[in-house]
């Protein structure tokens, strides 16, 4: 999520033409870039929701899973 004074559309066209052509195809076969606004938090929002993703990412969970037992 690109979000404030990046939230344009030729730098999010860009960003994902670098990602795309630097990553494997199965690393970016999910991969989204997506603007978001200029609103206050947004930026915020989106760390947040990175953080979730990967604290609750199956493989994550087992591993924790698997650590207790």
Not at 22 to 47: D, F, H, K, M, S
């Amino acid at each position: 999520m690109l979000a404030g004074d990046l939230a344009e559309p030729h730098f999010a066209a860009g960003v994902r033409e670098v990602l795309y052509r630097r990553a494997l195809p199965r690393a970016t076969q999910n991969l989204r870039v997506e603007i978001g606004g200029r609103g206050e938090g947004l930026a915020l929002a989106g760390a947040v929701a990175m953080v979730v993703d990967a604290v609750f990412a199956p493989a994550e969970v087992d591993r924790r899973l698997a650590a207790r037992a």
